[in-house]
């Protein structure tokens, strides 16, 4: 019996309890030094230093220079035409009828690459990921799909192609200056990230897919190689009403 009164109150004052509230706290801010976790290993340090030094040379390689600072901003960024422009030029070089490109602007991962020397590490921040080159053909349905996918995303890396987003949809598209006509169909530089329908792009699904096993990363070092000086492109592909 007097488990169960114990066992009573307990309850009674649980219910009638309300919530902790925090008295109080205090900072502090602590300083760890690598050493004292003795995470330097001399052994392994010296065990990877001549590949270190080599690889510290090769994403130090200046391959060309920046104009001018290139952005990363939406719906029609300088840093986003660049990539683009890098992709189609490598699919146009090995299938000259590809038509136009439209890559996810969440692919580019830096927001700026700055005036001056382009190094191939930077590159390699600007698209770390692995991804492969394709160029799928897309009739007129599947590519006003893709022209509502830009507008969901309110804009896009894209080059060949021009439009302009007026309340949530794309309008006045041109394709390589022409009309866009949907009774065509086109072929559509991406990557195979895209094209496996990545941030919903699943239009692509509805295409044939050719794949050149060439990363868009090493397209962009040879773009910048051959072109040598970059300069900003802001002449609105993509135009916001």
């Known amino acids: 019996m007097k488990n169960l009164l114990l066992a009573i109150g307990i309850l009674m004052v649980g219910a009638c309890s309300g919530p902790y509230q925090l008295a109080k706290h ?29 690889l510290d040379a090769q994403m130090n390689e200046v391959i060309g220079e920046a104009e001018s600072t290139l952005t990363k901003e939406l719906p029609d960024g300088t840093l ?76 896009a890396p894209v080059s060949g192609i021009e439009l302009t987003l007026e309340n949530g949809e794309a309008t006045h598209v041109k394709i390589k200056g022409e009309p866009f006509n949907e009774s065509k169909t086109y072929l559509v530089a991406t990557t195979d990230y895209i094209a496996n329908g990545g941030d919903g792009a699943n239009m692509f699904a509805k295409g044939k897919r050719s794949n050149y096993n060439y990363k868009l990363r090493d397209a962009i070092i040879d773009y910048v190689k051959t072109k040598q000086t970059i300069k900003a492109d802001n002449n609105g592909r993509i135009k916001q009403n």
């Open 26 to 54: 205090t900072d502090n801010n602590i300083r760890v030094i690598a050493d004292s976790l003795q995470l330097y290993d001399t052994a392994i340090a010296n065990m990877i230093a001549p590949y270190k030094q080599k």
């Open 80 to 155: 986003g035409n660049f990539v683009a422009d890098a992709c189609l030029v490598y699919a146009q070089n090995n299938n000259a009828t590809a038509d136009f490109c439209v890559l996810n602007s969440g692919g580019v991962r830096i927001p700026t690459i700055q005036k001056g020397a382009i190094t191939v590490g930077k590159i390699y921040e600007l698209m770390p990921f692995d991804n492969m080159i394709e160029v799928v053909e897309l009739d007129g349905t599947a590519c006003k799909e893709l022209f509502v996918w830009i507008a969901k995303w309110k804009g």
